[in-house]
């Protein structure tokens, strides 16, 4: 299965690198999203995560409402692109200790996966597996 699958039906959401962290954090509330891409002149640059709020700015000391999100974002973020393999991206989601990822297309940004996403997806499939084995075994005579 291909990434770009996890991005169907999903809102895009991505703030602008000016925007105050407070501003960001109530956004990522709203949408009840974890990570956020942060965009310069409509080109990606950052995410801003749950993780960048708790160490950058509620450890760090720093005032949400006076703190620009370019101040504490993680620049240049690990993306993936959307015709890579789900487990391409668990396996850089292991690797490398992340809950999203940012996902690319030519380039563009088309969308974030989260580890949830891929875990419901998981989750999907297997349910779908038992089903057809129960199905199989009650169609089996003899059972």
Known sequence: M???????????????IRQTVLDVARLMVEHNIGAV???RDGRLVGVFSERDLMNRVVAGGKNPAQTAVAEVMTEDPLTVDAGD???TCMTLMRRHNF?????CQ????MGVVSLRDVLLHD??????EVR??????????GS
Not at 106 to 109: D, P, R, S
């Open 106 to 109: 030519a380039g563009e940004l």
């Open 85 to 87: 393999h789900l487990e």
């Open 2 to 16: 291909f990434i770009s699958n996890l991005l169907k039906n999903q809102v895009m959401v991505s703030v602008d």
């Open 37 to 39: 891409p942060v965009l």
């Open 99 to 103: 809950r999203h990822l940012l996902v």
């Open 123 to 128: 989750l999907d499939e297997k349910d779908d």
């Open 132 to 141: 057809m084995m129960r199905a199989y075994l009650h169609s089996t005579p």
